[in-house]
T-cell receptor, first 113, second 111 residues
Framework: DTAVSQTPKYLVTQMGNDKSIKCEQNLGHDTMYWYKQDSKKFLKIMFSYNNKELIINETVPNRFSPKSPDKAHLNLHINSLELGDSAVYFC????????????FGPGTRLLVL | AQRVTQPEKLLSVFKGAPVELKCNYSYSGSPELFWYVQYSRQRLQLLLRHISRESIKGFTADLNKGETSFHLKKPFAQEEDSAMYYCALMRGSGNTGKLIFGQGTTLQVKP
């Protein structure tokens, strides 16, 4: 049974479109994260939520809006997609303030044409 | 500024050879450091953390505060060790703690 799942796995879309990526965890964790891995494999945190509350918001364009309807879900909505948004987006979760023991999802590969 | 540097993008060795994946960090304070691994088509997962001082899959990493390094070592590489390895530093604590990742090193173990 998958612990952290993301949908879709792959997303190909045109510049200017709006798209969403969904993340769900069934580990009972209360903290969830979004990371971006760019074409050079740099992995950088974007957001974290604890019990549906935004905790970390790195310097990310406001075209990116995370939403946590409950502590098991953290979705990422991206408006007006740009070429530079092409990347692999990873969701992760952890129990409490233990980001070092994050459990990562399989990633969503986004390609903006 | 807190930073993690992995100077090698790709490290290629033959099976049975020793491996050392380099990681240097800059951090004001007592660092908490980790190694994560991503095998092909698998998710990123924690390999080891410096506070545990453990050996996982034959890998060890020692924190050297004088050299600000946390290199990952294995005496005899296996083909199944081929993967992407990320060194990471914990910045902050509690809910605002976050992992700062290095650029990653791809380890390729040839038969």
């Amino acid at each position: 049974d998958t612990a952290v799942s993301q949908t879709p796995k792959y997303l190909v879309t045109q510049m200017g479109n709006d798209k969403s990526i969904k993340c769900e965890q069934n580990l009972g964790h209360d903290t969830m994260y979004w990371y971006k891995q760019d074409s050079k494999k740099f992995l950088k945190i974007m957001f974290s939520y604890n019990n549906k509350e935004l905790i970390i918001n790195e310097t990310v364009p406001n075209r990116f809006s995370p939403k946590s309807p409950d502590k098991a879900h953290l979705n990422l909505h991206i408006n007006s997609l740009e070429l530079g948004d092409s990347a692999v987006y990873f969701c992760a979760s952890s129990q409490g303030p233990s980001p070092e023991t994050q459990y990562f999802g399989p990633g969503t590969r986004l390609l903006v044409l | 500024a807190q930073r993690v540097t992995q100077p090698e993008k790709l490290l290629s060795v033959f099976k049975g050879a020793p491996v050392e994946l380099k990681c240097n960090y800059s951090y004001s304070g007592s660092p908490e450091l980790f190694w994560y691994v991503q095998y092909s088509r698998q998710r990123l997962q924690l390999l080891l953390r410096h506070i545990s001082r453990e050996s996982i899959k034959g890998f060890t990493a020692d924190l050297n505060k004088g050299e600000t390094s946390f290199h990952l070592k294995k005496p005899f590489a296996q083909e199944e060790d081929s993967a992407m390895y990320y060194c990471a530093l914990m910045r902050g604590s509690g809910n605002t703690g976050k992992l700062i990742f290095g650029q990653g090193t791809t380890l390729q173990v040839k038969p």
